[in-house]
């Protein structure tokens, strides 16, 4: 039998190496166990046909045309450009904040171009945790909600400089040719040293040739964020790509105070980069990219007005830089072999990385223990697939054991509140998670 100086001694080792138990202390996993699977054998078809304007959460999708992530992590790539609110939260001027908060917003969406595979939905009661010290954050999420199906999550600067959190409800509907994917729900952020709070909703998403052709992404629709202290706002539009894809991919907008002055104009592509520039050049630049566009419509042939069929080209495969112009954001290079890997990004990549001693540390619930995941990382299939149904059943099973006894679900990590910027319902983190208490957890896995 060991001792107890020998048990304090392994306890003290153990605290030691306690940052190496989460995933923020070492080298990020730069590829999958194993590539993605081919769907050209698939018809998603079959399964959608009867589908056409139907919301979407209750259908059971195959599971090779999921990605290995749950919603859970996907929602965590909106911390992949945290050091644009580190920046924010560095500046005196509200204006510069303002830049850096409306970049930060448009670089969350920026992970799904070309993730074209679907996250898993999360079951009830299933949590993530994702600590990053490299990039100044930790943060917590819990699907709070099965029907409809709600993810809520909250992010803390490790500085202290931020509060980050939101609750995502993903409208999903089929539209014969493709799959719109709308954000219902606010996002929050809070700059503690400046007391102020900003609120925005994401554009809608947009997966095209669901049925036939090559699956591409575009974001389309509005996203005001508002600062509550100050009164600025920033409107930036996402716009449709348009019949011969001069749009395609493209952002611009401008911020203005709260009397409705325009203070500065921004433009660039969620795909790629956001810039700020006077407003007098942007106008101008405006006005003269008009009278080209209306010069080379005159010129060409308009043709049918559906929705195209392959996805366009546009004009220029980068951004024209007006001169004069202010970069806020650009996107990081993504691996080498992302093509292969889902089209994950560097930060994705490593999002379902399970390390050695982790799991003794994490709730049972963490999407990281979810066997249909693992195994569709894995490159079993078939496993997958079977791990898949089985925990569908279980989850339908428990929530007709709790129907029967009058049981109501209680969330363990949020609670249903008030926003307090916009006044609409929210849901507010209870806290505590981080003390490492896990007890009385439900068996969803």
Not at 417 to 425: D, E, F, M, Q, S
Request: charged share 25%; net charge neutral.
């Amino acid at each position: 039998m060991a001792s107890k100086s020998t048990d304090i001694l392994d306890w003290a080792l153990v605290l030691i190496k306690w940052p190496s138990c989460l995933p923020s202390s070492r080298v990020k996993m730069t590829s999958l166990p194993s590539p993605m699977f081919s769907r050209n054998d698939f018809s998603i078809w079959s399964i959608l046909r009867k589908c056409i304007g139907m919301e979407l959460s209750k259908i059971t999708m195959p599971v090779i045309f999921n990605e290995p992530l749950s919603f859970l992590q996907r929602l965590t790539e909106y911390m992949e450009h945290t050091y644009l609110i580190h920046k924010a939260s560095s500046l005196s001027d509200p204006v510069e904040r303002m830049k850096c908060v409306a970049a930060f917003a448009v670089s969350a969406v920026a992970s799904q171009w070309e993730r074209t595979g679907k996250p898993f939905n999360p079951l009830l009661g299933e949590t993530y945790e994702l600590v990053r010290e490299d990039l100044g954050f930790r943060l917590i999420s819990e699907q709070v909600s099965h029907h409809p199906p709600i993810s809520a999550f909250y992010a803390e600067g490790l500085n202290n400089d931020f509060v980050f959190h939101g609750s995502i409800y993903p409208k999903l509907k089929f539209w014969g040719k493709s799959v719109e994917a709308e954000p219902k729900g606010i996002i929050t952020l809070k700059l503690l040293e400046h007391n102020e709070a900003y609120t925005w909703t994401n554009p809608t998403c947009c997966v095209h040739n669901i049925i036939v052709g090559k699956l591409w992404i575009e974001q389309y629709g509005n996203m005001e964020i508002t600062n509550h202290k100050t009164g600025d706002k920033c409107l930036l539009y996402f716009k449709p790509c348009g019949l011969f894809g001069k749009e395609l991919h493209k952002v611009e907008g401008y911020i203005q105070d709260k009397s409705k002055k325009k203070l500065c104009a921004l433009y660039g592509k969620w795909t790629e980069c956001l810039y700020s520039v006077d407003l007098t050049t942007f106008e101008a630049y405006k006005k003269n990219d008009k009278k080209n566009t209306e010069e080379k419509k005159n010129s060409k042939q308009l043709g049918s007005s559906d929705e195209p069929d392959e996805m366009p080209l546009p004009d220029s495969e980068r951004v024209y830089v007006i001169p004069g112009s202010v970069l806020l954001w650009r996107i990081a290079p993504r691996p080498s072999n992302s093509t292969q890997m889902y089209n994950f990004t560097t930060f994705a990549m490593a999002l379902n990385e399970l390390d050695h001693g982790m799991e003794s540390v994490i709730p049972k619930t963490d999407c990281r223990l979810r066997p249909d995941i693992r195994a569709m990382e894995n490159g079993e299939i078939d496993v997958a697939s079977e791990e898949k149904k089985r925990l569908e059943e279980k989850q339908r099973t428990a929530r007709k054991n709790r129907s029967k006894s009058d049981e109501e679900w209680k969330t363990r990590w949020f609670h249903q509140g008030t926003n307090p910027y916009i006044g609409g319902h929210d849901w507010i983190y209870s806290g505590n998670y981080w003390d490492r208490n896990y007890f009385s957890l439900p068996d969803i896995y």
